[in-house]
């Protein structure tokens, strides 16, 4: 902008290409000086410097959306309310020891219980930050787990998680049938989870796809198919069938998503990865006019 005030630096065009990177320069053939700077700032920076930037520029939700997908959270099953009150008391979480089963890393717990085990409050109830893991003989965790007062299975190897205070997961995030044999999820599906099998999209297409399809009005289900030889926290052996419907059909249609492939199928139609990341909208009413023809023969 044409200035040559002595005050210019105080303009807050000026002072937003320090706080965003855009803005404006004071620039007349008299006042120079701004913008020989800013040039020669540009031509002397690397590229690695202006990626960074790039990055630090970018929105604080985008930066805690990438934070928060890589807190990691483990699904606690506890067998009954003896051991809820335990682990809610000693702030220690108990399981035993497999080591090809288990995912040693663990930001966070989330408890989960039964209905017949806890009339009251079922579902994920809690959840608490980790403060430490041990490994060891249960008989070495202190103060003495309940259920072996005689010691039967002092000896065997168990793994344990000392917690900050416990937190009420409110409402509990309610679930059907057996718990998820997949045994992780991350801070990211946890927020925004409404049941205990939203956790476990865990992975940016399929909860990219759930969000998509509520923000179309649909309601969608998910459903843990992760195969009971697997490994539970093996990212790579999940596998997550979602159901989704919309009030004008009166059938739901499944979807499921091939990590090998990055493809997502449903009856009659298929869509990548890529696709819905760029062209969101397509890929959803692709799906709604599928569960549209999936009611029309349903009617038949």
Not at 66 to 72: C, F, G, N, R, T
Not at 213 to 218: H, I, M, Q
Not at 233 to 241: E, H, Q
Request: hydrophobic share 40%; net charge neutral.
């Amino acid at each position: 902008f044409p200035y040559a005030g002595a005050d210019a630096h105080e303009n807050r065009f000026f002072k937003s290409i320090a706080k965003v990177g855009v803005g404006a320069l004071p620039f007349l053939p008299s006042r120079r000086s701004e913008v020989e700077t800013l040039i020669r700032r540009i031509v002397a920076t690397t590229a690695e410097t202006v990626e960074d930037t790039a990055v630090a520029l970018s929105s604080e939700a985008e930066v805690a959306r990438i934070v928060k997908s890589h807190e990691y959270g483990l699904l606690g099953i506890v067998k009954n309310r003896a051991q809820l009150d335990y682990a809610l008391r000693e702030h220690i979480y108990h399981m035993p020891y497999r080591s090809k089963q288990l995912r040693l890393r663990a930001d966070f717990l989330i408890l989960i219980i039964s209905e017949a085990q806890s009339k009251d409050s079922n579902g994920a109830v809690y959840h608490a930050k980790v403060r430490s893991v041990n490994f060891g003989a249960r008989g070495l965790i202190k103060p003495m787990p309940p259920g072996d007062e005689a010691g039967k299975r002092a000896s065997q190897p168990y793994i344990w998680f000392e917690t900050e205070t416990w937190q009420k997961v409110a409402p509990a995030l309610s679930y059907e049938g057996h718990p998820p044999h997949f045994g992780f999820t991350t801070r990211m599906a946890f927020e925004s989870a409404t049941d205990v099998a939203d956790l476990l999209l865990v992975r940016e297409p399929e909860r990219r796809l759930a969000d998509e399809l509520r923000s179309a009005g649909a309601t969608v289900r998910a459903f843990d198919e992760t195969s009971t030889a697997a490994s539970p926290f093996d990212l790579a052996s999940l596998r997550v069938r979602m159901k989704a419907s919309w009030p004008d059909a009166k059938q739901e249609i499944d979807v499921r998503f091939n990590p090998a492939v990055g493809e997502f199928r449903w009856a009659g139609g298929n869509a990548t990865w890529k696709e819905l990341m760029f062209s969101s909208g397509e890929v959803v009413s692709r799906i709604h006019s599928a569960t549209l023809a999936e009611s029309a023969i349903g009617a038949l």
